[in-house]
């Protein structure tokens, strides 16, 4: 995910949120005027999407579900599903409905992890 999070560059999902702050009143001292300031935002901007414009609400963008996707061979994951079911026997959800399958997710997302590149 660190191609599309975290960054402003091309290809990312450009999340950002501004405020109406000038670095030349602000007095870093007076915490009270601070959260006053943070808790309006000018914009922000969610998947290149205007979400937020001075203040109000002004769009819901589509809800996205980043999931692992998670490659290991055969025999690996044998043991590992193994050594997970042996700690369901203390949980009050089965091992057989912890599992979320993919029609529940808004717009599924993979985190491919393992994988051939």
Same mark, same amino acid.
């Given at each position: 995910?660190?191609?599309? !999070? #975290?960054s402003l560059? &091309?290809? *990312?999902? =450009?999340? %950002?949120?501004i405020y109406?702050?000038?670095?030349q009143?602000?007095?870093p ?9 943070f808790?309006?935002?000018?914009y922000t901007? !969610? #998947?290149?999407e205007? &979400?937020? *414009?001075k =203040?109000e %609400?002004?769009?819901?963008p ?10 290991v ?8 599903l193994?050594?997970?079911k ?5 949980y009050t959800?089965g091992?057989?409905?912890y599992?979320?399958p ?16």
């Open positions: 995910m660190a191609h599309r !999070k #975290g560059g &091309v290809g *990312a999902d =450009g999340d %950002i949120t109406n702050i000038n670095p009143q602000l007095d001292n007076n915490y009270e005027a601070l959260l006053r300031t808790r309006k935002a000018e901007i !969610k #998947g290149g205007i &979400v937020v *414009a =203040g %609400i002004v769009s819901i589509e809800k996205q579900t980043y999931y692992s996707e998670v490659h061979e055969d025999e690996t994951e044998k043991e590992m193994a050594d997970v042996e700690w369901f026997r203390y959800l091992f057989a409905n599992p979320t993919k029609k529940y997710l808004t717009n599924p997302t993979p985190i491919k992890v393992n994988c051939e590149r």
